[in-house]
C-alpha cells in the first residue's frame, strides 16, 4: 500500500514538473533579438493595423558587418518579429573576436541592424507604413547567446501619409538559458522560383500568392573605392582595406594672412558614447532631403585627437580611417493586381572605424583631397562668420585668438563632425554609372556625423591665430576672416507627431581663413 501511494505521489510530481517545465518554458526569454512595431498616425496609435485581413506586412533585416551588411531576417509581420541568436551569430562573433583583436573591450560597442517595415493594402497593394532605421544594439550581448534583446519600435507618420520615421525606441533586455548556434537563419521564401542574387522577397499573403521584395540594384563599398582615389587613400590592416575620410579641411588662402592652428578632440568619458551617423535619403515630390537615421558605430570609451598648423597659402586636412558604404533599393508590392512601386531606399553609412585599444586612428596630410574636394565644393554654401558673445563678435579673428568649434556649429545640445560621405559616392558614381533616382546634385551634400552621445562631453575642437608665429618667416599679425562651409541640402528630424524639423549641417570642419 505505502508503494502505490509513492508511486502515486512520484505521478503527481512528474505531472507538476511538466506542468512547471511547460509553464516556465513558455516564459523563458528566447536568445536573439525581438522587434516590436507600433504605428502612428498624426498622434494617434493604428498598431491595430496589423490585425486586419486586408493588410500585410514585412520586415527585412540587414545587420552591419565590419565589410558592409549580411542578410539576417526576412519575413511578415503582425507586430513584433523574433531574430534567433542563431542568425546572428556569425555577425555578432565577427565583431567580438576583431575588437578583442585590436584591444578594445567589446562590451563597449555597438553597430547596428538595418530594420525596414513595409506595411501594404492588399487589395490596391499601396503602402500604408513603411520606414528604414539603424538600430544600434550591442553584438557582445548576441555572442553569448544568453539573453533576449528586446526593442520596441515607435513607427509614426503624419496624416495621409505614408513615408514614416522611428520616433521613439524602447529597450528591455531578459537573460535566459544558454543557446545553440546551431540554429540556421530563417529561410528566406523566394515567389515560387528562385530569385535573382541580390533580391529577397518575402510571402505575405498565400492565396492568392502576394510577396513584399527588396531589389538591390546598387553598392558602393571601400573595394569600389580603389579605382578612383589614389593608393595613398588606403591602408590594409588585417587583410582588411580601409580608407582615409576627412573630419577636418582647413584652407589658408592668402599670402598676407598669420599663421593658423586647428585641432580636434574628442574624450574619453565612461558615461558617453562616440558615434558615427546614417544619412538616408528620402524622395520627394520636389527633392530628395536626407534624415539622420540613428548610428551605425559606436561606443564607450573612444578617443580621437589631431591637430594641423598651417602657415600662409598653406591647406591640410584631418583623417580617419573608415569603411563608407552606400546602398541603393527599390521595394516592390507584387501581388494579384501586378507590381505596385513602394518606394527607393538609398542610405549611406561607414560600416566600421579603424581603432587601436581605445583611440580612433587618425593623421593628417597637407594640400587637399582634391578627388573628394571637387565634388565637396558642390554640395556647400561657404559662410563668413561673425558670432556674437565670441573671439569672431567683430567680424574677425585678432592674432592671439582662438575660435572653439561649439561656438561656431551648434545644433540642439551637443556637436557633431560630419563626414562627406556624399562626395566620396559622387567620385565613384561618376565613373560607374548606376541606375539611381537620387539626384547627383544632392550627393556632395549628404554627410554622417562623428558625434559624443551624453551630456558630460562634446567633440572639441578649436582654431587659432597664431598671427607671426616664430619660426615661420613668411607669416604676419593679421586679422583672419574665418569661412565655414554648411550644406546645400537641409537634413529632417521628425517627432511621434510627425512635426518636421529642417536644419543644416557643416559637412566635415571646413575652415578657411581669409
Known amino acids: 500500500m505505502a508503494s502505490k501511494v509513492w508511486v502515486m505521489r512520484l505521478v503527481v510530481l512528474a505531472a507538476l514538473a511538466a506542468v512547471a517545465f511547460v509553464v516556465l518554458g513558455s516564459q523563458t526569454p528566447s536568445p536573439g533579438v525581438t522587434l516590436r512595431f507600433e504605428l502612428y498616425e498624426a498622434g494617434v496609435k493604428k498598431s491595430d493595423l496589423f490585425t486586419r485581413p486586408d ?144 533580391t529577397w522577397c518575402e510571402v505575405v499573403n498565400p492565396e492568392p500568392p502576394a510577396f513584399i521584395c527588396w531589389y538591390r540594384k546598387a553598392w558602393v563599398g571601400v573595394g569600389n573605392l580603389t579605382a578612383v582615389f589614389p593608393s595613398t587613400y588606403f591602408a590594409d590592416y588585417n587583410g582588411r582595406l580601409y580608407m582615409k575620410v576627412p573630419v577636418v579641411i582647413a584652407v589658408n588662402n592668402f599670402t598676407y594672412s598669420g599663421s593658423v592652428g586647428l585641432s580636434i578632440i574628442g574624450g574619453i568619458l565612461t558615461t558617453s558614447q562616440l558615434a558615427v551617423g546614417v544619412s538616408l535619403s528620402v524622395p520627394g515630390n520636389s527633392r530628395s532631403s536626407i534624415s539622420l537615421a540613428s548610428w551605425s558605430w559606436g561606443g564607450k570609451q573612444y578617443y580621437l585627437a589631431d591637430g594641423l598648423f ?94 572653439w568649434f561649439h561656438e561656431i556649429f551648434t545644433c540642439g545640445t551637443g556637436f557633431e563632425v560630419d563626414i562627406p560621405v556624399g562626395a ?44 607671426d608665429y616664430p619660426g615661420v618667416p613668411t607669416d604676419y599679425n593679421a586679422p583672419e576672416y574665418i569661412y565655414a562651409a554648411v550644406s546645400k541640402y537641409q537634413y529632417t528630424a521628425t517627432d511621434l507627431w510627425g512635426n518636421t524639423c529642417r536644419y543644416q549641417v557643416p559637412p566635415v570642419i571646413y575652415i578657411e581663413a581669409r
Not at 517595415?117 to 538600430?135: C, D, E, H, Q
Not at 591647406?315 to 527607393?344: A, H, M, N, Q, T
Not at 567620385?427 to 547627383?440: G, M, N, S
Request: avoid cysteine; aromatic fraction near 10%.
Open 55 to 198: 493588410v500585410a506586412a514585412a520586415v527585412f533585416v540587414r545587420a552591419v558587418t565590419p565589410d558592409g551588411e549580411a542578410i539576417v531576417f526576412s519575413g511578415p509581420t503582425r507586430g513584433s518579429v523574433h531574430i534567433p541568436a542563431g542568425a546572428l551569430a556569425d555577425v555578432a562573433k565577427n565583431w567580438t573576436e576583431l575588437l578583442r583583436a585590436r584591444g578594445h573591450d567589446p562590451e563597449d560597442f555597438f553597430t547596428a541592424l538595418i530594420v525596414s517595415l513595409a506595411v501594404v493594402n492588399k487589395t490596391s497593394g499601396k503602402p500604408l507604413f513603411y520606414t528604414t532605421y539603424f538600430l544600434d544594439y550591442p553584438p557582445a550581448k548576441v555572442a553569448r547567446g544568453d539573453r533576449e534583446l528586446i526593442y520596441t519600435l515607435h513607427v509614426a507618420k503624419g496624416r495621409g501619409e505614408w513615408r514614416a520615421h522611428v520616433a521613439k525606441v524602447d529597450r528591455e533586455e531578459k537573460r535566459g538559458l544558454f543557446a545553440s548556434y546551431g540554429s540556421a537563419p530563417p529561410s528566406m521564401k523566394p515567389p515560387s522560383v528562385e530569385p535573382p542574387k541580390d
Open 310 to 403: 598651417l602657415g600662409p597659402t598653406s591647406s591640410g586636412w584631418i583623417w580617419i580611417l573608415g569603411r563608407p558604404v552606400f546602398v541603393s533599393y527599390d521595394v516592390y508590392y507584387e501581388g494579384p493586381i501586378g507590381r505596385e512601386y513602394i518606394r527607393e531606399e538609398d542610405y549611406f553609412y561607414i560600416a566600421d572605424i579603424y581603432i587601436s585599444g581605445s583611440t580612433i586612428v587618425s593623421g593628417k596630410d597637407f594640400g587637399l583631397p582634391q578627388e573628394i574636394i571637387d565634388f565637396f565644393y558642390g554640395g556647400v554654401d561657404k559662410q563668413r562668420l561673425s558670432i556674437s558673445n565670441t573671439a569672431l563678435s567683430d567680424g574677425a579673428l585678432q592674432p592671439g585668438e582662438t575660435m
Open 424 to 467: 566620396v559616392v559622387l567620385a565613384v558614381l561618376t565613373r560607374t554609372p548606376i541606375p539611381i533616382t537620387l539626384p547627383k546634385g544632392v550627393f556632395p551634400g549628404i554627410d554622417i556625423s562623428l558625434s559624443i552621445q551624453g551630456a558630460m562631453i562634446e567633440v572639441a575642437g578649436s582654431i587659432t591665430n597664431y598671427g
